[in-house]
């Protein structure tokens, strides 16, 4: 089992629709989680971290955590095609940060 | 204020050369990483350095590879007899540390290997 999970994707979704992105990890110690985007050929940039259970919202971003599920989500509303990258889920334990393999998100004018 | 950077961006080297890979993270961070990414692939966590803690070297893929932070700075990323599959995007990032995990990157260095 992989330490942290994504659906690889493609996700599609249109313009001003909501994106969901899922991220679930194995490590019940992990106590930091953040999400980072990556532009095809640039490096990633962090968009949000959270650390309680629960919702936190930035803009048009929410990220949600329920540490009882292991599970991470990201809410992306009113999507724009600039919003289309790949989205890493970041999970930080005892040691070092581990990051899922991405989904990479698409959003159709 | 200044981002992390890294030198070069691009490197062309020929098999069974060594390579050095160079990163400067911002300034006052004390945590220290370096990644790789091959084409189309997720991050692959190579090396964690913490202030002036033993480095977490657990995700060196062989004896080849090796890295040093000087005066918990600039950090080297050493790629010795380099292989075709070393071929990728080497990314380091910093963060503040002291319970404050959040990453920042660099913009990576591209190594081919022909």
């Known amino acids: 089992q992989k330490e942290v999970e994504q659906n690889s994707g493609p996700l599609s979704v249109p313009e001003g629709a909501i994106a969901s992105l899922n991220c679930t990890y194995s490590?019940?110690?992990?106590?930091?989680f953040f999400w980072y985007r990556q532009y095809s050929g640039k490096s990633p940039e962090l968009i949000m971290s959270?650390?309680?259970?629960g919702d936190k919202e930035d803009g048009r971003f929410t990220a949600q955590l329920n540490k009882a599920s292991q599970y991470v989500s990201l809410l992306i509303r009113d999507s724009q095609p600039s919003d289309s990258a790949t989205y890493l889920c970041a999970v930080k334990a005892a040691g070092d940060m581990r990051f899922g393999a991405g989904t990479r998100l698409t959003v159709k004018p | 204020g200044a981002g992390v950077s890294q030198s070069p961006s691009n490197k062309v080297t020929e098999k069974g050369k060594d390579v050095e890979l160079r990163c400067d993270p911002i300034s006052g961070h004390t945590a220290l990483y370096w990644y790789r990414q091959s084409l189309g692939q997720g991050l692959e966590f190579l090396i964690y350095f913490q202030g002036n803690s033993a480095p977490d070297k657990s995700g060196l893929p062989s004896d080849r590879f090796s890295a040093e932070r000087t005066g918990g700075s600039v950090s080297t990323l050493t790629i010795q007899r380099t292989q075709q599959e070393d071929s990728a995007v080497y990314l380091c990032a910093s963060s503040p540390g002291r319970s404050v995990y959040e990453q920042y990157f660099g913009p990576g260095t591209r190594l081919t290997v022909t």
């Open positions: 959270i650390y309680s259970n």
């Open positions: 490590d019940r110690g992990s106590q930091s």
